[in-house]
Nanobody
Framework: QVRLVESGGGLVQAGGSLRLSCAVS????????MGWYRQAPGKQRELVAT???????NYADSVKGRFTVSRGSSWNTVYLQMNSLKPEDTAVYYC?????????WGRGTQVTVSS
């Protein structure tokens, strides 16, 4: 049974920073890409950033230069460092892990940026 647990969300003022963490338990042998998606109220879930097992990264244009995604040394963790946060970054952030070609999701962590 694969389980993804996120942590690190919260309330921050515009211009501030937060760091999200996600740990995968269960079958970690075949994790390829890990990353973060977000969903704001009334909007569809969207990609924020991903990182492959080879540490190649991909970012949404809206977060380039402000967010950094990284994998932990144990390969079953992924982090999202978020700097210069804006009110439009407010959303529920979901961790994602591709395992044996199947998407696995965490339950999400709320990030709220006040103006």
């Amino acid at each position: 049974q694969v389980r993804l647990v996120e942590s690190g969300g919260g309330l921050v003022q515009a211009g501030g920073s937060l760091r999200l963490s996600c740990a995968v338990s269960g079958s970690i042998v075949a994790i390829t890409t890990m990353g973060w998606y977000r969903q704001a109220p009334g909007k569809q879930r969207e990609l924020v950033a991903t990182v492959t097992s080879g540490r190649s990264t991909n970012y949404a244009d809206s977060v380039k230069g402000r967010f950094t995604v990284s994998r932990g040394s144990s390969w079953n963790t992924v982090y999202l460092q978020m700097n210069s946060l804006k009110p439009e970054d407010t959303a529920v952030y979901y961790c994602n892990a591709m395992i044996y070609g199947v998407d696995n999701w965490g339950r999400g962590t709320q990030v709220t940026v006040s103006s």
